[in-house]
């Protein structure tokens, strides 16, 4: 059953029984006033009579002074014929509770009668056929003989108008609950509407419309319900797309490491068919072993750089403090050899804060796409500086450039701007894609810039430790 209906069941029901109680009591209280004031009419009716009685006895005429059971008749027709109306109902009866005059109507039964003593006075409600009538009984004391009085007021009227009541009550409570039904189906309407509002958003976002918000219509509980609930999917949102990019990333991953490993192979099993199948002469042979050597290389270089990816991706680092010098030591020593570029070598004597393999590793890659990139006889420049809250690095070389709409994909692995030219170096677009994974680890980032035909810098700050953020901290006091 809906939420809003088991509001209105329940509404209803509590209304009922409210409407209900109250109507029987307020009822019943009207009917037992009126029942009051009629039976203290009988009361007082049934004292009249009773002084009447005592009044006529006295002035019988009595033989001996005893009061005669057919002058009581008498004086009893007589009481009931001062009655209005149709005349009064009642019933005389002697010392034992034997009747000596009865009017017609009067009830048969003496329950109330029998209950009589000296002095007492009762009243009870009785009903006769579909008539409802007060009986009182008293004692009259007169001319030395105990009689007993008793009377009957129809009080009918009374019971009739409690039934009138009870049934006008009913139609006016009946109208009421139909009444307020309709309200509170409007009112449970309005309140429900937030629930029926995240309802439909939840099922927007089940069928996988992660786009989709609930609409805010209340500032009450419900109201900061959807607040979270839309809190929550934008969060959810979030997280798909990261996870969705990530897939997106993996399969671009494989799908160039998958291309980036036939080529190669398809060109030594190539070579390789050739040497094993003809006769070749030894210009050819050598061109031949030579190729598959290369490629073999450059397929030993991308192994060993996705395996440095892969390690470094799960890695977590300690960096340790380490003096500047000895990175650009590092790439002299590492760069002597090249006869192609000249190397020069500018820097601010600092300490770094970095795991000395990997920052060499990083270092060593942007120096060799530099050189890589650069005419015979060009310079490379790499340089180094104690900069805001770090140590920054940077290398200039004034080769090809990149492309600005390339810039953003240089990083990507296995992406390279020239392809052809890449793999004539033995590249695999792999190492700024390394790179970028060793600098994440030190909570660093490299930054591009580059002109085609002008060149290319490409820098990083190395952030400092804790030790020396404190020391700074210190000195600054
Ligand atoms: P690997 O480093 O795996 O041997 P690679 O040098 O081709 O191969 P990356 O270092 O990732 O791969 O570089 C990606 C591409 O970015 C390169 O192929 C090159 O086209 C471009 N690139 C990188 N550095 C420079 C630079 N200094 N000047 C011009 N182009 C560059
Ligand atoms: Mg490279």
Same mark, same amino acid.
């Given at each position: 059953m809906k939420f809003l209906y088991k509001i209105l069941l329940w509404t209803i029901i509590i209304m009922a029984a409210a409407f209900g109680v109250s109507g029987y009591f307020f009822v019943n209280f009207v009917f037992q006033t009126a029942l009051e004031r009629e039976v203290a009419q009988a009361l007082d009716g049934s004292n009249i009579l009773r002084f009447a009685l005592e009044t006529a006895a006295l002035n019988v005429p009595t033989k001996y002074g005893v009061l005669q059971d057919i002058a009581v008749e008498q004086i009893g027709a007589k009481l009931e014929g001062g *009655?209005? *109306?149709?005349g009064r109902l009642l019933r005389v009866s002697d010392e034992n509770k034997e009747a000596l005059y009865v009017s017609?109507?009067? &009830?048969? =039964?003496t329950t109330l009668l029998q209950t009589l003593t000296e002095n007492s006075r009762s009243w009870q409600v009785i009903r006769q056929g579909e008539r409802y009538y007060v009986q009182t009984g008293i004692m009259v004391n007169t001319m030395d003989r105990n009689l007993y009085l008793e009377t009957m007021e129809d009080v009918t009227e009374v019971f009739e108008e409690r039934a009138m009541g009870f049934e006008l009550y009913r139609y006016v409570t009946l109208v009421m609950l139909c009444a307020s039904a309709v309200v509170m189906f409007l009112i449970c309407t309005f309140l429900t509407r937030p629930i029926r509002l995240l309802t439909r958003a939840t099922r927007r976002m089940a069928v996988g419309d992660y786009g989709y918000r609930a609409r805010q219509v209340s500032n009450d509980e419900l109201g900061q319900l959807t607040q979270d609930f839309n809190s929550m999917a934008n969060v959810l949102e979030g997280t798909f797309d990261e996870l969705e990019g990530e897939i997106q990333a993996r399969e671009d991953f494989i799908a160039a490491f998958a291309h980036e490993l036939k080529t190669p192979l398809t060109a030594i099993i190539g070579y390789a068919d050739l040497l094993r199948s003809r006769e070749l002469d030894e210009e050819k042979h050598f061109l031949s072993s030579n190729y598959i050597y290369t490629e073999g290389k450059r397929l030993e270089n991308m192994s060993f750089r996705l395996l440095d990816i892969i390690v470094t991706r799960r890695e977590q680092i300690e960096p340790q403090p380490v003096s500047a010098e000895v990175f650009f030591r590092y790439l002299e020593d590492m760069f002597?050899?090249?006869?192609?570029q000249r190397l020069q070598i500018s820097f601010e004597v600092g300490t770094v804060y970095a795991e000395i393999n990997l920052i060499k590793s990083v270092l060593s890659n942007l120096v060799d796409n530099a050189c890589k990139a650069s005419q015979p006889g060009g310079v490379v420049e790499v340089s180094g500086r104690v900069a805001e809250g770090g140590y920054e690095f940077w290398v200039q070389d004034y080769g090809v450039g990149i492309p600005e709409e390339e810039l953003q994909r240089v &990083?990507?692995?296995?992406?390279?701007? =020239?392809k052809s030219r890449s793999r004539s170096r033995n *590249?695999? *677009?792999?190492g700024l894609a390394l790179c970028v994974e060793v600098l994440r680890l030190h909570e660093s980032e490299l930054w591009i810039e580059s002109t085609v035909g002008e060149g290319t810098c490409m820098s990083f700050i190395l952030p400092d430790g804790p030790e020396r953020s404190t020391e700074e901290k210190a000195n600054e006091v």
């Open positions: *009655g209005q *109306g149709s017609v109507s009067f &009830t048969e =039964d002597a050899g090249n006869r192609e &990083t990507e692995a296995f992406y390279m701007v =020239d *590249g695999a *677009g792999l």
